[in-house]
Structures are given as C-alpha cells and as structure tokens.
C-alpha cells in the first residue's frame, strides 16, 4: 500500500520518439543523427534499428487509446527535431509538426496532459555534420526549434521539457561512442555538454514566452553515488564519481556553475585547453542558470564506487556480485533507498519548487504465456518500491508531484537494440501487436486507488 502523495499528485508513462516512433523519414523528415548511427556496423545489438520501433507513428491513436486506459494523469514523449526541421536549422516541416499536432489533440481528447520533451539524443545530422553539440552554433539551432515547437503546441501543451538525460547525450554520445554520434573524445563531450545545458537555459524563456501557463523544466538523469568502503581513496573516488555524473550537471542548473572540484581534475588530466573550461563564455553560467518550475529526475540505480574506477565506465564500478535487491536485466542493481536519500539530497542541495520523476523503471523479458497474460511480477515489485521510496522522499517534505513509469510499452533500447523490454505494455515486434502486462493493470489500479 503506498500512501502519503499529495493530491494532485501526476501518475503518467514516458518514451521518446527514435525508440518508439518508427517512419524516420515519412512525411519529409530528415536523419538524425541515430538514423547514421544504426547504419553503422557493429554499433547496435543484432544490427536492431528504430526504421519501424513500435511503428507509433502509424498507431499513435492506438497507442493513446491504452493509455486511456491506463488511466494516467500525462504522457511524456519527446519530438523529433528532423521531423519539424529536417535539417535542424532552416525550413520548417509542417508535415512533421502536425504529427504532434494531432498527439496533443488527441492526448487532450483522452484527458492526458501532454509533457513533450524538445530533446532525447537524436540530433539532425546536417547539424552533427556542422560538428554537433561541441559547436556553439548547435545552441542557435535548438533555440530556434524550441520556439517552432512551442509556438505551435503551447496553445494546448502547458508541460514542457527542455533536454533529457544531458549526461547521456554528451557523455555516452561524445565520450563513450556507445551512442550516436560514436565519438570519443573528452574534447568533444565537455563542450557538447555545455551547449545542451546553455541551450536548455535559453530555451526556457522563449518556451515561457510563447506558452501561456507554462511550467518549464529540463530532466537529469541522477546516479547516486556510494563510496566500496570508508577507505580515503574508494572515498575520493566516490566524490570524483558523483562530480561526473551529477554535480556537473546539476550544479550550473541551480546557478552554482562547474563544481570546482571537477573542474581542477578535468584541467589537470588534460580534457580542455588552458586553467578553465574555455568554452564556458562569459554570461553562460547566468543562461543555463535560468529559473525553472520543476526539475525532472530520472533514477534507475545507483553505483558503488571503489578507488580505480574508470570513470569511462558506466556501468562497471563495483557494484558487488549479489546486490541484496538483485539486478534488472541491464544488469542494473536495484536500489530503491537511493531514489530517495537522492531526492532529499536533491532538495536540501538545490531546492528546487517542485520535482517530477520523469523517468523510473525496470527491462525484464516477460513475455505472454499460454493464456497470453505477462506476468511480469518483478516488475511490479520493482515499480511499487520505487514509488514507496519516492512517498518516503514526499514524507520528508521533499516536493515531489509526479511518477512516470519508463515505458509506456516495449521499445528500442538504443544500443541494446529491442534486447531489453521496459513496457508496461508487450510489443511483438514481428507483428506490431500490444498486449499489456500485468504492471499494466497492477499501474491502473494504483492510479485509480
Ligand atoms: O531507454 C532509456 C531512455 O531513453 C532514457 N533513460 C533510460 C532508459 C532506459 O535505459
């Protein structure tokens, strides 16, 4: 029984376009930047791409119509920049733009609030062709889509989102090469990083502007940190982590700027020119720095840290071979404690007025038994304590307002390609059919409760 969430309190479920959409180039649409990635080899699990994905593009009013039926407060799904602009910069694609014309529509037909999210990792690659996010011009580009896109949905869609998972977009994007553009290089990320957090800074109030009602907020992907021991270097190796990972991210959005901590280790391992981050220009911490009214969370599990850790290494820092919650099939342990000392953490370092968890949730690979029921207990298990551990966080005045489940159904899992299965819903993906699991129904009743 999960009790103690304020009413009002937002239930929905996330995705994003490139994992569920399909179509990447109907109706005028240009590529992105993970339509190149896919194509190239060795890059995806079972060389899987997002060219049908859930096929949504086609049955989005399918779609809506089961979440109808799930009964949630909103849907979080983000837009496809090379569907609106197709080269990231130039004309624009009503053709494209109409598709999520007609999602708010029918969203809205539904009783859905819809929360569209300007930017989940698929850039236009006539843009990454112009050198991507490491190029402060990449900033004027999103900047204008962000007023494209607000300006035409912000009549209806009061909820937006700047950027998701920052971290991920430049670090797995430019410094790990597991995802688009593939490139690997710290040269590349620092800055990329940048420009996605000065870009969400200055899209805020052009969203403002064109939206009347607005709540604005960007969505951070968190990984808390735990050190392997009270040794002083699995210590310092914790604090180096979590530097990484989550101050550099969420310290210039809560006007702090770069944690100097990190930035001392990044100059003097060489990953920029000179004593301080030179792409940081004057003024730049002030923009990114702009108010926000929530600020989205995204948690899946956290990290034990011992002295060595690559940091390069995402998933790799010891987190013990038999976690006590078990792991998720990415192999991620679970730990829903962590969800919320974070956001208690979140709140006492920061404050922001409200926080949202944007995405949470678990890949297990349930699939329909004989009788065609998903029985995919784990996953409720998971879920129902990862909200008890967000009431535990609202109990100790943290302000949280909403839970969105990670995912609405099955979908690409980037470069683990359709591996791994997140849904509430089953997709077959040789058939297209949707069958929700019993998380579904388990998430329905909840709602209704
Ligand atoms: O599928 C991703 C999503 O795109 C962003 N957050 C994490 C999810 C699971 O890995």
């Known amino acids: 029984m999960i009790g103690r969430l304020a009413d009002g309190f937002s239930w929905g479920v996330a995705t994003s376009a490139y994992q569920i959409e399909g179509s990447p180039f109907s109706d005028g649409a240009g590529e992105s930047i993970w339509d190149r990635f896919v194509r190239t080899k060795g890059t995806v699990a079972g060389g899987d791409t997002g060219d ?17 039926r799930l009964g949630v407060d909103t849907y979080s799904f983000s837009i496809a920049w090379t569907r609106v602009i197709p080269d990231g910069h130039g004309v624009v694609n009503s053709a494209g733009l109409d598709f999520y014309d007609r999602l708010v529509d029918t969203l809205l037909a539904n009783g859905i609030e819809p929360c569209p999210t300007l930017y989940h990792w698929d850039l236009p690659q006539a843009l990454q062709d112009r050198g991507g996010w490491p190029e402060r011009a990449t900033v004027d580009a999103f900047v204008h889509y962000a007023d494209v896109v ?43 990083a940048h420009h996605l957090l000065l870009s969400h800074g200055r899209s805020v109030p052009i969203i403002r502007a064109n939206v009347p009602g607005a709540s604005v907020g960007i969505t951070i992907d968190c990984r808390p940190t735990v050190p392997a021991s009270s040794d002083p270097a699995d210590l310092a190796a914790q604090r180096h982590f979590d530097g990484f990972r989550n101050r550099w991210f969420f310290d210039p959005v809560f006007g702090r700027g770069y944690p100097e901590d990190i930035v001392a280790t ?19 911490m002030a923009e990114i720095a702009a108010p926000i009214d929530f600020l989205g969370v995204n948690y899946y599990t956290s990290l034990t840290v011992a002295a060595g850790a690559d940091e390069i290494e995402d998933t790799g820092v010891a987190p013990g071979p038999n976690p006590p919650g078990g792991h998720t099939e990415m192999g991620w342990p679970i730990t829903p404690a962590a969800l919320s000392q974070f956001l208690k953490r979140v709140h006492d370092d920061y404050g922001p007025d409200r926080i949202i968890v944007t995405e949470n949730g678990a890949s297990f690979s349930d699939a329909p038994g004989p009788d065609g029921r998903v029985r ?53 993906f040789a058939t297209g059919e949707r069958t929700p699991k019993d998380s579904f129904h388990w998430y329905a009743r909840l709602i209704r409760g």
């Open 150 to 192: 607000s300006s035409a949905l912000g009549d209806r869609a009061k909820h937006w989102i700047t950027h998701n998972e920052p971290w991920v977009a430049s670090m797995l994007g430019y410094l790990e090469g597991a995802h688009a553009p593939g490139l690997r290089d710290w040269r590349a990320a620092l800055p990329a």
């Open 376 to 428: 995919d207990e784990r996953r409720i298990r998971y879920l129902s304590e990862h909200i008890e551990a967000v009431a535990d966080a609202a109990a100790q005045g943290v302000p949280v307002v909403g839970y969105y489940v990670w995912s609405f159904m099955d979908n690409f899992e980037w470069s683990l390609g359709y591996s791994q299965r997140f849904g509430l819903v089953f997709v077959d």
């Open 266 to 284: 990044y100059r003097d391992r060489g990953r920029f020119e000179g004593a301080r981050p030179p792409f940081d220009q004057q003024g730049d």
């Open 52 to 68: 049908i994905a859930c096929d949504h593009y086609r049955r989005m009013e399918e779609d809506v119509a089961l979440m109808a």
